[in-house]
């Protein structure tokens, strides 16, 4: 009887056992599934980072360009405005004077456009896109 008492014994310890072994071995697999699901995670939210970066930096491109364009029709509106004003306070003038004075004023400013766009950087916004993946 003791010996049977001792055989059962003996068979709790080593199913324990093995049920522990079978525990550290599940919680290692798992455990390593888990590193793998972070690391992926982590590499697909330094993707989305550098997306949204890229459209953080087309969008401020997008902004200043059009500062430049805000800037350059003000920049013609008053100088039309000079050229009107500077017309109308010429009324000792007669009319084919005036618009011989307007022709010459507009082309004057005419060439002033010409020579501030050929100082222009060239537009650098060529660079093409990352293609999308399927």
């Given amino acids: 009887m003791k010996d049977l008492i001792l055989n059962i014994r003996e068979l709790k310890l080593k199913r324990d056992y093995e049920c522990e072994e ?46 430049a364009m805000d800037r350059a029709k003000t920049k013609r509106r008053e100088n039309m405005n000079k050229i009107l004003n500077t017309i109308s306070e010429s ?31 060239p537009n650098t916004s060529s660079i093409p896109s990352p293609k999308k993946k399927k």
């Fill in 22 to 67: 079978n525990d550290k071995k599940f919680y290692e697999k798992q455990k390593e599934s888990s590193e793998y699901d972070v690391q992926s995670l982590s590499e697909r939210v330094d993707k989305m980072e550098n997306s949204i970066g890229n459209i953080v930096s087309k969008i401020d491109a997008v902004l200043n360009k059009m500062a």
């Fill in 91 to 121: 009324g000792d003038l007669d009319e084919k004077s005036k618009r011989h004075h307007m022709e010459k004023m507009v082309r004057e400013e005419l060439q002033r456009w010409d020579s501030d766009s050929s100082l222009r950087v």
